[in-house]
């Protein structure tokens, strides 16, 4: 059974700080994993997809790599807005499901 | 291109009754996931519909059962609602289940409380 651990489970900066959010989990066969947002009482946003076969991947002011053999992924987010606060979840995708942590509360103060 | 939909937003019921929640697939996409999500947790998978068929279950009693159409919309039923069911529930859907590059889109979930 998939299990994965974020940390920290919440995190409170300054705007303009850079941030960085990780991400473990257990079993290394997986096919991609996805970085969400999701804002309260609302549905997930997908943010960045990466495929088992890659590292890295960026779109605008987020960059997620992705370290398979050591079941671990980070989400670099740069410059943080307060438009950025939510919570940011994980989820390595195996045969049929994504499975997920219980997520990053960010706070950006203005 | 539309986006995934789901109905209703909201729904309170009683414990012991049935409730039937419905999903909309973006736009040419042929499956779609269903997952549980209690609040301060992640969300949980509970099945997956390919092309009318279930691909895929997880850890959830016969209570909760699926259907999925042609139109590849999709509705899922609980039968005799226990007050741990309140939650938010999500629906996922997606093109070519099992590839590298499948992307999940979510809709923005229903929120059931039992009481």
């Known amino acids: 059974k998939q299990e994965v651990t974020q940390i920290p489970a919440a995190l409170s900066v300054p705007e303009g700080e850079n941030l960085v959010l990780n991400c473990s989990f257990t079993?290394?066969?997986?096919?991609?994993l996805q970085w969400f947002r999701q804002d309260p009482g609302k549905g997930l946003t997908s943010l960045l997809l990466?495929?088992?076969?890659?590292r890295e991947q960026t779109s605008g002011r987020l960059n997620a790599s992705l370290d398979k053999s050591s079941g671990r992924s980070t989400l670099y987010i740069a410059a943080s807005q307060p438009g950025d606060s939510a919570t940011y979840l994980c989820?390595?995708?195996?045969?049929?499901?994504?499975?997920f942590g219980a997520g990053t509360t960010v706070t950006v103060r203005a | 291109e539309t986006g995934v939909t789901q109905s209703p937003t909201h729904l309170i019921k009683t414990r012991g009754q049935q409730v039937t929640l419905r999903c909309s697939s973006q736009?040419?996409?042929?499956?779609v996931s269903w997952y549980q999500q209690a609040l301060g947790q992640g969300p949980q998978f509970i099945f997956q519909?390919?092309?009318?068929?279930?691909?895929g279950r997880g850890n959830f009693p016969p209570r909760f059962s699926g259907l999925q159409f042609p139109n590849y919309s999709s509705e899922l039923n609980v039968n005799a609602l226990e007050l741990d069911d309140s939650a938010l529930y999500l629906c996922?859907?997606?093109?070519?289940?099992?590839?590298?590059?499948?992307?999940?889109?979510f809709g923005p979930g229903t929120r059931l409380l039992v009481l």
């Open positions: 996922a859907s997606s093109l070519i289940p099992g590839a590298v590059q499948e992307t999940q889109y």
């Open positions: 079993d290394s066969a997986i096919y991609n």
């Open positions: 990466i495929q088992s076969s890659q």
């Open positions: 989820a390595p995708r195996g045969d049929y499901k994504l499975s």
């Open positions: 736009s040419g996409h042929n499956t």
């Open positions: 519909y390919y092309r009318e068929e279930e691909n």
